[in-house]
């Protein structure tokens, strides 16, 4: 059996749908990793300028909006086994510039933002929480980079019981090949991966 085969035998590639509100969780789309000479990639641009126009349905709609940094102690205090592996990282405090928010995607009053220190969204950070204050049941994730952070966001919403979804074209990584192994992956096992414009007519204002 070939790929495809194996896996649809196995029963896997199956979806688990939108369901009533979605929220938008924009992954450290950051300065330093849209950056090919810090920690990006050639298309994590192309990325960036992908989610400028579902950023701004999400805001038309008034649904739910998360974005995450990257953000780390100028004391080192909160330094972990991550910035062992990847010192770099360590620069990457509260007003480096390679923390801060790429200027297209810039947020709002309203919108949450999270500071992570580890690959994660949710991983002890309180998005879980705040996506279920406000009745999400659908996270749509976007950001980079896809085998890291886009991955290990994704893996802890389905864990945390949320339908997920991935929007491809506004996900990016530093080469091409984790990029697609991974969001194959990720329809196979963990989220509905769709391009935005697939996406965007399901969005709907939902339930509030």
């Known amino acids: 059996m070939n790929r495809d085969e194996i896996y649809q035998h196995q029963g896997l590639g199956g979806t688990s749908g939108i369901g009533r509100r979605c929220g938008l969780v924009l992954v450290d789309f950051v300065n330093g990793f849209v950056d090919i000479d810090r920690f990006g990639g050639p298309h994590i641009e192309a990325a960036v300028q992908a989610t400028v126009p579902l950023l701004a349905a999400f805001r038309r709609l008034q649904l739910p909006i998360v974005h995450t940094r990257v953000v780390f102690d100028d004391d080192g205090s909160n330094y972990n086994v991550f910035t062992r592996r990847v010192k770099a990282l360590q620069t990457l405090t509260e007003t480096a510039n390679g923390s801060q928010i790429v ?4 947020p709002l009053a309203g919108e949450y933002i999270v500071r992570k220190q580890t690959a994660s969204a949710f991983f002890n950070t309180g998005l879980a929480g705040w996506l279920h204050l406000h009745g999400v049941d659908t ?3 976007v950001g980079c980079t896809t085998s890291g ?16 979804v991935v929007i491809s074209d506004c996900v990016g990584d530093r080469a091409i090949e984790p990029h697609e192994a991974n969001l194959f992956d990720i329809q196979q096992k963990y989220a509905d991966v769709m391009s ?3 996406f965007l007519p399901h969005l709907t204002e939902g339930e509030k």
Not at 103 to 106: D, K, N
Not at 149 to 164: E, P
Request: net charge neutral.
């Open 149 to 164: 952070c886009i991955r290990a966001s994704v893996v802890d919403s389905m864990q945390h019981n949320f339908r997920t």
């Open 139 to 141: 996270a749509v994730i």
């Open 196 to 198: 935005r414009d697939e």
């Open 103 to 106: 200027p297209q995607l810039t």
